[in-house]
């Protein structure tokens, strides 16, 4: 089986480019020291890094899941402060035993994310490691519009979420406790599917502030409420949650309230509104901007169990 | 001795943010799902990865060496392009029981390199892991201005480097071989100093074809040569050595010709300009570009020894 070290960094790119996704945005794109791309708006970016055994395990996720997953949390990031994503930069580090067509399906993953999107993956660079650490910028287009910053709510401000809670952590129970019963949860774990396009509209309807749930929805909340100086009072039983999450949380744990409220992965977005402000489609209220400054509260009360610190040992 | 896998992640990013360069042109930088930059002409994007055993050894290299490194060889690529730097995305993965100290040093280096050029760092993410592993994507303006690429080089054109080859190897060979004679040298090899800003001013002169040379000179002319199918040929009698490179290797391996030809790491320039074109100071002419398509020619022979593989197997 060929292996990646054989193959050479050079040739590598080249046939990794191939299937990798492009954007008629790009002037110039893979293939030169830099990629260079035109913008009718202020420049959008973030980036994260998705490292095995932590952000990913080989096996629960194909190569492809890891693009797929990589790219789409990136993307999240970018429709989170309302503007139009438009292109990825890519490092990947890996061993180089790595099968060559580990690293061709990662591409497909990545591109099966974008290319429905018109994002191109532009550039990127790859190097040889222990183990395997992606590292994913993700550009966007601010299309002269005002960013959705996460400090901008205001008191009486409704909280809105833009999709159904709870389905990647009932997809990751069922893997780590070696179950299969709702592949369904399973697949958005793997491959999660924020709407994108949803922090646009959330834009547009004016949302005062917005972030992407990457970490658990209440951690989230609590950075939202210290950046804004106020209070998120939530309510439990306002929060959607996904049709699989639910069907996971009644054969194993009883309710999917928990999964939905500290579960981070699925990547839809939680924004406040003014109070009279007309939500788009998709996005539900579940709660309202407070005058305390106590961070978030569900149901009335400070919640006890929080999300993810990515520092955590494992 | 305090370790980032004890203060968290969000702790650690607040610290480390205060340490880190920030640019005016950021209309929003750090501590938001992404960060806005205004451009005034076409983005300009470039990515690499470091990993510690591969691209840097933590006995060598103390962690401000890293960052200034990591920093400098990707300005180096905005410049190559003719572009002008302005700010830098990071991604650390590293283990829970680095020091913070560790992380922080590791800033200071990014600023050390970036300060001076007025380049920020914007945004970026951490995460913990089995080695470090350093990602950068670096954000350039083209200004108004077109870039300049690697295939576009013509015949008879002249090849010019923008400064003084070998240094990066004389310092490398003192380390591998626990020498310490010249501490420029060293200096060089742990924080390259290309002059950024040497790509404007050979764009400015007309220059038809650049990049960085991070590869080794012979490695990265033969990707140009590929780029323009034409051949570049140059002598090494033309091909300027540092003068760190001429000691080091007058006591132990005779003269620095081939750390010159085939060391990459210097991030120096290199780019073909019309035969009649003026070139900027600092600009040395080292050959010609061929209208045969044999690749790089070096005193007219085809140069045994090549430059750097990044999956080749350590």
């Known amino acids: 089986v060929p292996q990646i070290g054989d193959l ?79 292109a990825l930069q890519i490092t990947l580090a890996a061993p180089p035993t790595t099968e060559v067509e580990w690293v061709l399906d990662f591409a497909d993953g990545l591109r099966e ?29 601010m299309m002269g519009m005002e960013p959705v910053r996460r400090g901008g709510a205001h008191h009486a401000d409704v909280i809105a979420v833009s ?48 972030m992407d749930i990457s970490d658990g929805l209440v951690t989230d909340l609590a950075r939202m409420a210290r950046a804004s100086s106020l209070g998120m009072s939530i309510e439990s039983r306002l929060v959607p949650i996904h049709r699989a999450a639910s069907a996971v949380a009644a054969a194993v744990v009883g309710n999917a309230d928990e999964w939905a409220l500290t579960g981070g992965e699925d990547h839809h977005l939680v924004a406040t509104f003014p109070p009279k402000a007309s939500l788009p489609e998709g996005w539900v209220v579940i709660g309202t901007v407070t005058r305390d400054r106590q961070g978030v509260l569900v149901n009335g009360e400070v919640p006890s169990r929080w999300g993810w610190d990515h520092f955590a040992r494992v």
């Open 163 to 210: 999709g159904p809670l709870g389905a990647a952590m009932a997809g990751y129970h069922q893997l780590d406790n070696l179950l299969d019963f709702n592949q369904e949860a399973i697949d958005l774990f793997l491959r999660p599917r924020p709407r994108i396009g949803a922090g646009i509209e959330a834009s547009r309807a004016g949302a005062s502030s917005m």
């Open 8 to 86: 050479g960094e050079d040739a590598l790119i080249e046939r990794m480019t191939l299937r990798l996704p492009s954007t008629p945005r790009a002037i110039l794109g893979p293939g030169d020291d830099a990629a260079i791309i035109g913008l009718e708006g202020d420049l959008v970016v973030s980036s994260d890094v998705l490292v095995e055994g932590r952000h990913f395990r080989c096996e629960w996720s194909t190569a492809g899941d890891v693009g797929f997953r990589a790219a789409m949390q990136n993307l999240a990031d970018i429709d989170a402060m309302g503007a139009l994503p438009i």
């Open 113 to 141: 994310a974008c290319e429905p999107l018109g994002v191109g993956v532009v550039g990127g660079d790859l190097s040889g490691a222990n183990e395997i650490t992606v590292s994913v910028t993700a550009i966007g287009d």
